[in-house]
């Protein structure tokens, strides 16, 4: 059996992926970027990853759609907007033959952002004290 690849770069990842893949796959990445232009960009699980008070998101492409993956936390409050999609404990797929949901995706990422931050904000709070 083969051996994945090693991904150093979300470059890396999207550039391995087949070329009728690698748009969709930059739309999720530029949508991520622009909502949350502080979160830090990874590898995590060989897997493009972000990071903003800890880990915010991760995308994939698989067999026939793209994953994205947040905490269930931040799934569950979005459980309406997702009930046309398949979804798993913290997984959104979107079909291959679908356009890529920018908008809620936007909602998604801000959601999970303000989350961490104010988990952190909590967190530095209760040091303090």
């Not at 999720?28 to 990874?42: F, M």
């Not at 907007?81 to 033959?97: G, R």
């Amino acid at each position: 059996m083969d051996k994945y690849p090693e991904y150093k770069t979300v470059d890396e990842y999207i550039g391995f992926q087949p070329g009728e893949q690698q748009p969709a796959l930059e739309l999720i990445r530029q949508t991520i970027r622009t909502t949350v232009p502080d979160a830090e960009e990874v590898i995590s699980y060989q897997m493009p990853a972000y990071k903003y008070h800890g880990m915010l998101c991760f995308f994939a492409a698989f067999k026939d759609h793209y994953s994205l993956f947040v905490s269930p936390a931040v799934r569950e409050v979005f459980s309406k907007d997702l009930a046309s999609f398949k979804t798993t404990k913290s997984a959104i797929h979107f079909p291959f033959n679908k356009p890529i949901p920018v908008t809620l995706i936007e909602e998604i990422i801000r959601f999970a952002a303000i989350s961490n931050l104010e988990k952190a904000e909590s967190k530095k709070a209760k040091k303090k004290k």
